[in-house]
């Protein structure tokens, strides 16, 4: 973790003495020599922070070593951005420009050399740091060998050993998934196959391999059998032997003395005569890198005889690939469910099984923190069964102390140790931005938009050649979600990820962690003011404020959040010393009704966003945040920004919208804003939603084609005149991904069919308004996977031109023809699995030949007045999950009832549902 701290603080030492700064420096306090002594003596320490980290868990000395490393990092950041305050103005070109500079630097030369006498204390700190870090030198090289963690590793694998005995009134629901195990270990005598088990830490995957494992028609169907545990705390050789020894035994042999002195190939090579001609089974408990099963499948033969690798990991890259590679299983285990993590719990508690009435509230809030997570719930249990019933404070005092709990009490020290081994083994990248997660409270469901724009501004995303920040930081998440630390929650219909989670055990282990190294600071109900840091970095306050003392200061916080908080107050009121170095300032759905004026002296700030407040206008002040990279103001009042906003010339994502929801016509309409028309000068532009075009007589449409980095777009009130301009600024627009475009009313036309060179990277494309006709490169776009069409009123059979776009995933047509009947060719839509009909005025029939749609799981349509039946061809749609009919004819309703004549048409269908629009609701 310090690394991150002393890598963001050499990119700024890099790049800090630069045109009039240098001169500054020279000239003034002798700064930069202090600063270019500081970066030497932190490159030489970072080339071993990384593995001290990881020593750090073990090693009071070395944590300690850690600590101060970081907090100088964090100081010395500091002084380095008071320094670029001094100089924050501009000043223009030219002599004049020069003069400036001049004057600036004459007056800021008290402040410059207080500055280089701090810098000059940091590097008297930092050689005593490096006399420290000489002395525990050969404890990073003896990590680094791998000897390091001996200790660590013995107690994992004790602790593994712990659940392959566990008492079977542990074992919950596991009879259903054991069998399907077992099931795929016995299907199909071919070749080796590999079928895994994944799921995050303490989800119980040991436990049902060894249920698996010890089954009596598995050990007799299977004639060599062998459990082996894989962990990074074990070198290959030793998984290797392990492997040998075990074979052996099977095969009833006396292991040969000279396998102790084999080296891995030979080591190999035995394991592989072994077993050349028997139905095995290899239990690899607990994988944790495509390396260690590259390391072990080589000596594994993929003979005929229906031999099996059972593996369990908390990576699911792991076991994605060698599912590919073998033709295999992933079984993901999943939390149990509410009602057998109940029985469980108090089975575990109570001696009589059953809890007393007035414990029953509390008892569940504390199991719901479990989340179905059986080693939590068993560890927990342990914890209540010494708690007095009759004293109800002590069970409430765990319910509201959770975190707490999981650090001072001993009987939780295992469940700790086993989530955290996750943590201890990310790369040292993805620790701060795991870390990072504490920011959100209990429960909270975390965008994944709002996380990667977050990441970025705080300076946690590495640059990679050829990647927008973005890019990777979207590259972390799913790293992330991959070594099972987070889940997935929602997803678009073609896929990608709108929020995720993470477990409520994990978070207050990560709160505890973010605490101890100073990254985040939480403030809850409970929270007292005492507990605050003086050199608060990041503060989250949570459901209510916090009684600020007259004196606090957070002059050093570099990033503040407020999550439902309703209650009023300003931010000099909060902080009336201020945060000058402030960076973030997330205030989502906070009660705010002005834009905050303060926000104004915040040279550093990256991200703002007033999501969800009730701000109606932008001050002109806006442009001197020359930094800001986000501006999100959706769903605020906000309907018009100054022109101000054009100097902010790092502006990567500027979200101003409201979604209103169109009495009943079932979708939802953007409201734009208005901007200067020179907008296409914000070149760093990735998202621009949405603006309102018809003004200005086309300049802005014209100033779009100059934003060249724009992943995202949506314009709102375009005019038939516009389409030629727009064609060729989207023309240019070569990372377009997302285009949303609405007209200026219902019936005017968009017209876009000029576009020769249609941005091939294309995924979403949402169009409301009149069309002429389909555009012709719509058909042609090759990763085109959601496409929307509203009030379009085509008089030709749109399905016709869209049926052969190759990667369709979903389809939503409104208002879009106003024939009599469509017709669902076999030969289209080959990928589609949403489709959404709506309001076709004129539509009385509805063809679906054989072969068409063959993916389709949902079928809505809604508000087809004159449509007879269901239709016809539905009943090919084998893989159709849902049917929404939604405002329908009853006489159409009455065809599908169990006694009407199409119902044998839709019988396969498991979901069907009708709801009719009543009242205001449907």
């Known amino acids: ?118 810098l000059k204390a940091i590097n008297s700190r930092v050689k005593s740091i490096s006399e420290v870090h000489k002395r525990l030198q050969h404890k990073f090289v003896k990590a680094e060998e791998g000897l390091g963690f001996d200790s ?38 071919s070749g080796r196959k ?62 040969p003395e000279v396998v102790a002195n ?15 001609e028997r139905r095995y089974l290899i239990v690899l408990d607990d994988v944790w890198h495509l390396y260690e099963w590259d390391t072990i499948q080589h000596a594994l033969p993929n003979n005929s005889c229906g031999s099996r690798v059972m593996l369990t990991t908390r990576n699911t890259e792991v076991a994605s690939t060698t599912r590919i590679l073998s033709d295999g299983k992933i079984f993901e285990l999943k939390p149990i469910p509410p009602k057998e993590s109940w029985d469980l719990f108090c089975r575990k508690v109570f001696q009589l099984n059953k809890c007393p009435p007035h414990l029953e509230d509390i008892c569940r809030d504390i199991l719901k923190k479990c989340e179905g997570l059986p080693l939590a719930i068993v560890t927990i249990s342990s914890v209540l069964t010494t708690k007095d019933e009759r004293r109800m404070y002590e069970w409430d005092m765990v319910a509201r102390s959770l975190g707490a709990e999981i650090e001072g009490n001993n009987k939780l020290k295992y469940l700790k140790k086993v989530l955290l081994l996750s943590f201890n083994d990310l790369p040292y990248f993805l620790k701060p931005c ?31 050649v050829g990647k927008t920040p973005e890019e990777v930081a979207d590259d972390y998440l799913h790293e992330l979600l991959n070594r099972s630390l987070m889940q997935v929650v929602t997803t678009t219909s073609d896929g990608r990820i709108i929020t995720c989670r993470i477990h409520e055990f994990l978070r207050e282990i990560i709160i505890s962690k973010s605490r101890d190294q100073n990254f985040t600071t939480v403030v809850k109900e409970q929270s007292v003011p005492a507990q605050w840091s003086a050199n608060i970095r990041r503060l989250s306050i949570q459901s209510t404020l ?27 009121t909060l902080f009336p ?62 309907i018009e920004l100054p022109v101000e906003i054009l100097k902010l010339q790092r502006l990567r994502h500027l979200l101003v919208y409201q979604c209103q929801f169109i009495s009943y016509q079932y979708f939802n309409s953007s409201i ?146 106003i024939g009599d009947r469509l017709c669902f060719k076999a030969d289209g839509f080959m990928k589609l699995k949403i489709l959404s009909l709506d309001k076709f005025d004129e539509l009385r029939c509805i063809d679906v030949e054989m072969g068409a749609m063959d993916c389709l799981e949902k079928l809505s349509i809604q508000r087809c007045e004159l449509l007879e039946n269901v239709p016809s061809g539905i009943e090919h749609l084998r893989k159709l999950k849902v049917l929404e009919l939604s405002d329908m004819p009853v006489d159409l309703m009455k065809t599908i009832r169990p006694d009407g004549k199409d119902n044998w048409r839709v019988s396969h269908v498991p979901e069907v549902s009708s709801t009719y629009w009543r009242e205001g609701e449907w």
């Open 1 to 118: 973790m310090a690394e991150s701290s002393v890598n963001l603080l050499l990119v700024k030492l890099g790049g800090i003495f630069q045109n009039e700064v240098h001169l500054l420096g020279v000239l003034l306090g002798g700064v930069q020599e202090e600063a270019i002594n500081l970066r030497g003596e932190l490159e030489r320490m970072r080339a071993f922070l990384r593995t001290a980290d990881a020593l750090q868990e073990t090693d009071q000395e070395v944590k300690v070593w850690v600590k101060q490393v970081r907090d100088i990092a964090h100081e010395a950041e500091d002084i380095l951005d008071e320094f670029t305050l001094l100089h924050e103005h501009d000043h223009g070109d030219g002599i004049y420009g020069s003069l400036c500079r001049l004057s600036c630097c004459i007056k800021n030369a008290k402040a410059c050399y207080r500055i280089a006498s701090q």
């Open 152 to 189: 660590v590793g013995n107690t994992w694998q004790d602790s593994r050993g712990d659940a392959l005995l566990l008492d079977k009134s542990d074992l919950v629901g596991i009879h259903e998934p054991k069998n399907q195990l077992v099931g795929w270990l016995f299907k199909d005598n």
């Open 194 to 255: 590999v079928v895994s088990l994944a799921g995050m830490g303490g989800i119980g995957k040991t436990t049902l391999a060894k249920q698996v494992y010890d089954d009596p028609q598995v050990e007799k169907h299977f004639e060599v059998r062998a459990w082996v545990t894989v962990n990074r705390s074990i070198k290959s050789g030793e998984v290797l032997q392990e492997m040998v020894q075990q074979l052996f035994k099977a095969i009833r042999r006396r292991v």
């Open 262 to 276: 084999m080296d891995n190939n030979q080591l190999k090579a035995t394991i592989k005569e072994l077993l050349q």
């Open 434 to 464: 795991f870390l990072y997660l504490s920011i959100f409270p209990e429960g909270h469901l975390i965008a994944r938009t709002r996380l990667i724009r977050l990441w970025v501004a705080e300076g946690l995303i590495e640059a990679k």
């Open 546 to 572: 916090p009684s600020v003392k007259p004196n606090r200061s957070v002059s050093q916080l570099r990033s503040l959040f407020m999550f439902g908080v309703t209650e009023k107050s300003s931010i000099p």
């Open 577 to 638: 010393r201020g945060f000058r170095l402030l960076n973030v300032l997330d205030l989502h759905s906070s009660p705010l009704k002005k834009f905050p004026v303060e926000i104004v002296d915040l040279y550093f700030l990256k991200y703002l966003s007033l999501r969800k407040t009730k701000v109606k206008t932008v001050p002109r002040f806006i442009g001197k945040l020359q930094n800001l990279e986000t501006l999100d103001l959706k769903h605020s009042y906000v």
């Open 672 to 817: 734009g804003f208005k901007v200067a028309p020179k907008i296409g000068g914000l070149r760093a532009l990735q998202k621009l939603c949405f603006i309102e075009v018809n003004q200005d007589g086309g300049t802005i449409i014209r100033e779009l084609g100059k934003l060249s980095q724009l992943r995202r777009l949506g314009l709102s009130k375009l005019r038939k005149v516009d389409g030629k301009a727009l064609c060729s600024s989207i023309a240019k627009l070569s990372d377009l991904r997302a285009l949303s475009i609405a007209s200026v009313e219902q019936e005017e036309i968009i017209d876009l069919q000029h576009l020769s060179s249609p941005p091939l990277l294309l995924q979403r494309l949402y169009m409301r308004g009149r069309l002429d006709a389909v555009p012709h490169w719509i058909a042609s776009l090759p990763n085109l996977v959601r496409l929307s069409l509203k009030w379009s009123r085509l008089r030709d059979d749109p399905l016709i031109y869209l049926r052969h776009i190759p990667n369709l995933v979903q389809l939503e047509l409104c208002q879009a023809f």
